[in-house]
Nanobody
Framework: QVQLVESGGGLVQAGGSLRLSCAASGRTFSSYTVGWFRQAPGKEREFVANIRWSGGSTNYAESLKGRFTISRDNAKNMVYLQIDSLKPEDTAVYYC??????????WGQGTQVTVSS
């Protein structure tokens, strides 16, 4: 029902900023919660943040709150993840996902973020 495509990743020096985008399409998505996750090589997938498509209520991982900001643009069917003060430890593949219930059932292909010193 929902297709997600991430973009905006790249190679950035530490201290810089990126805004990742998640484009959503499909028959029904307005009632979904959209989340951002990341996975570094050899590590488990990590929750970053999520937002309700309607209403805009947000949640953040406590360890990341402050440098990461999730937002949405309903008219454009887009969800964004703003990352400020990038650190090398932020290097990972970042995924967006959509949940209609408790589980995230729809996932994008991911976008690579690489932060150099």
């Amino acid at each position: 029902q929902v297709q997600l495509v991430e973009s905006g990743g790249g190679l950035v020096q530490a201290g810089g900023s990126l805004r990742l985008s998640c484009a959503a399409s499909g028959r029904t998505f307005s009632s979904y919660t959209v989340g951002w996750f990341r996975q570094a090589p050899g590590k488990e997938r990590e929750f970053v943040a999520n937002i309700r498509w309607s209403g805009g209520s947000t949640n953040y991982a406590e360890s990341l709150k402050g440098r990461f900001t999730i937002s949405r643009d309903n008219a454009k069917n887009m969800v964004y993840l703003q990352i400020d003060s990038l650190k090398p430890e932020d290097t990972a593949v970042y995924y967006c996902a959509a949940a209609s219930g408790l589980d995230y059932n729809y996932w994008g292909q991911g976008t690579q973020v690489t932060v150099s010193s």
